[in-house]
């Protein structure tokens, strides 16, 4: 298998090659099989790693294949190596905005050190991988087989040479860049996120395609650390998946800081031109073109069914939604089960570590925990960052549900004020006539920390007016979310409730 097969990191620095030691050992020889596991696991990112390490811990014997890198997107060329381009970015921001807060620097431009902001990110990945590594599986029992997996009939899966048996097996292959239909784009060596986390120079003049999660971060994050981005989206608005007023805070903040935006525009075509690339885009029967040096496609996932053998082992699948599960998350053969983002339209690696934790429940001890129970949060790490729990408005007026919703704005939450950072908001939704909450909107500075305390009331049926009773540290952004349940409360104060305490009042004075 060629280097570029096994999506090995580049540029090969110290730091990439001590991920590889830890993701996929050179010289790796997989061991000899055992007659038979309780438990294979086809995938060694998030959700794989959860069902094995969890199952070799309660005294399973356990086979892990994994053929690209141990760890998956999530350590390799998602999670981890953006959050560390997006910290370095926040950073360069906090710079540059120093004067506000009187803080005087030498004169002249900030400049990013931008192969130094990779390395940095190299560094951290490499470290991190030490949790993941092959040593880490190897030694809490499990047997590791670098190399593809192809299942051979309802109980057997073929990796190399070797044909492996086993009582439940776990799907949990996850998810890769979606092939997007632009004529030549193939030909034009766009990056993705399997391929951006290798760069070391930064461009100069960088086309993301897809305005979505991916595509905002990385468009923010490029900008800061100075190249000129365009982010072309086919929609009307950025972050079509969430909450509108949050896309439009984000969307606000996007073209302060210089990002330029064509919404509602088709990418009709990408062409290489010697050192550059072309981007063809059109917007009604206008036509124009975009000269960048590199294009990021950030267009979304596709399950990784292919080459799997699923027919074979009467596993029932679709190329677009990916492997078909039931509530309790098992396939259409009952001895085989799927975790992560290869069945799941909650493309999150908190999410696959959830559905992981239910599998092992399911097949191992015959459980009947559902998936379908779960309250996921999720986060946009954009600065602002949104996080979102349950249902936004437009799903909760889809499914005719009545609701009312409590909105508390930044503006008026002094910690926000102080730290000069008042763009956002906390709106939370409840169901009309109680104070039980369907779902909430935050927009802040660390939003992805301030959803779990809603996300906790959900699961633990708390209502909003609850939430007013608790007590917040002074000054916190979290006071937002207290303030949305004092709004609650007041609404209880109808004029005929006011009439009586008034009377009340004035007959016990």
């Known amino acids: 298998m060629s280097e570029k097969d096994m999506f090995l990191p580049r540029p090969?620095?110290?730091?990439?090659?001590?991920?590889i030691r830890n993701v996929r050992p050179p010289g790796w020889v997989n061991p000899t099989p055992r007659?038979?596991?309780?438990?294979?696991?086809?995938?060694?990112?998030?959700?794989?790693?959860?069902?094995?390490?969890?199952?070799a811990g309660l005294g399973a014997t356990v086979a892990v294949l994994e053929e690209r890198l141990i760890g998956g997107d999530c350590l390799n060329f998602g999670c981890v190596p953006s959050k560390s381009l997006l910290s370095s970015a926040r950073a360069v921001s906090v710079v540059r905005d120093a004067s506000d807060f009187g803080v005087q620097l030498p004169p002249g431009d900030i400049s990013v050190d931008f192969p130094a902001?990779?390395?940095?990110?190299?560094?951290?990945?490499?470290?991190?991988?030490?949790?993941?590594?092959?040593?880490?599986?190897?030694?809490?029992?499990?047997?590791?087989?670098?190399?593809?997996?192809?299942?051979?009939?309802?109980?057997?899966?073929?990796?190399?040479?070797?044909?492996?048996?086993?009582?439940?097996?776990?799907?949990?292959?996850?998810?890769?860049?979606?092939?997007?239909?632009?004529?030549?784009?193939?030909?034009c060596d766009c990056l993705t996120?399997?391929?951006?986390?290798?760069?070391?120079?930064?461009?100069?003049?960088?086309?993301?395609?897809?305005?979505?999660?991916?595509?905002?971060?990385?468009?923010?994050?490029?900008?800061?650390?100075?190249?000129?981005?365009?982010?072309?989206?086919?929609?009307?608005?950025?972050?079509?998946e969430?909450?509108?007023?949050?896309?439009?805070?984000?969307?606000?903040?996007?073209?302060?800081?210089?990002?330029?935006?064509?919404?509602?525009?088709?990418?009709?075509?990408?062409?290489s031109k010697r050192s550059e690339k072309i981007v063809e885009v059109g917007k009604g029967d206008a036509q124009q073109e975009v000269i960048v040096d590199e294009v990021l496609v950030a267009v979304g996932r596709v399950p990784l069914v292919d080459g799997l053998g699923l027919e074979r082992a009467g596993v029932a699948y679709s190329k677009i939604s990916g492997v078909e599960v039931n509530e309790y998350l098992q396939t259409s053969n009952s001895r085989i089960y799927a975790a992560g983002d290869v069945c799941s339209k909650y493309k999150f690696t908190h999410m696959a570590d959830a559905a992981a934790r239910i599998v092992l429940q399911n097949a191992l001890f015959k459980g009947s925990k559902k998936a379908s129970t779960l309250t996921v949060p999720w986060c946009v790490y954009t600065d602002p960052e949104i996080a979102q729990v349950g249902l936004t408005e437009s799903q909760a007026r889809n499914r005719g549900i009545e609701f009312e919703t409590f909105l508390s704005e930044l503006?008026?939450?002094?910690?926000?004020?102080?730290?000069?950072?008042?763009?956002?908001?906390?709106?939370?939704?409840?169901?009309?006539?109680?104070?039980?909450?369907?779902?909430a909107t935050i927009v802040a500075k660390n939003a992805g920390n301030m959803i779990s305390e809603i996300t906790l009331a959900i699961v633990e049926g708390i209502g909003l007016r609850k939430l007013a009773?608790?007590?917040?540290?002074?000054?916190?952004?979290?006071?937002?979310?207290?303030?949305?349940?004092?709004?609650?409360?007041?609404?209880?104060?109808t004029p005929l409730i006011r009439g009586l305490l008034s009377r009340w009042l004035n007959w016990s004075g």
């Open 12 to 19: 090969r620095d110290s730091h990439d090659e001590r991920l």
């Open 35 to 55: 007659d038979s596991y309780n438990l294979i696991v086809i995938g060694a990112g998030t959700a794989g790693l959860i069902s094995a390490l969890g199952a």
């Open 117 to 187: 902001v990779m390395e940095r990110m190299r560094r951290l990945r490499a470290d991190i991988s030490n949790r993941d590594s092959v040593t880490r599986l190897s030694e809490a029992g499990i047997d590791v087989f670098l190399g593809s997996g192809e299942f051979t009939g309802p109980n057997r899966i073929r990796v190399g040479d070797e044909e492996l048996r086993f009582k439940r097996a776990v799907i949990a292959v996850g998810a890769t860049s979606n092939p997007v239909l632009i004529p030549q784009l193939q030909e």
């Open 193 to 240: 996120n399997e391929t951006l986390f290798s760069l070391t120079d930064l461009p100069p003049r960088l086309g993301i395609i897809g305005a979505g999660r991916v595509g905002c971060e990385m468009a923010q994050a490029f900008r800061r650390f100075g190249s000129k981005v365009y982010l072309f989206e086919s929609s009307p608005r950025i972050l079509g």
């Open 242 to 271: 969430e909450d509108i007023d949050a896309a439009q805070t984000v969307q606000d903040r996007l073209v302060e800081e210089g990002v330029v935006l064509f919404l509602d525009t088709r990418v009709e075509r990408v062409s």
């Open 411 to 439: 503006s008026e939450v002094d910690r926000a004020v102080l730290d000069d950072r008042v763009d956002g908001f906390v709106k939370i939704h409840v169901k009309k006539g109680s104070d039980r909450i369907l779902g």
């Open 469 to 493: 009773d608790v007590i917040r540290p002074y000054p916190t952004e979290s006071e937002a979310i207290g303030r949305a349940g004092d709004l609650c409360n007041k609404k209880r104060l």
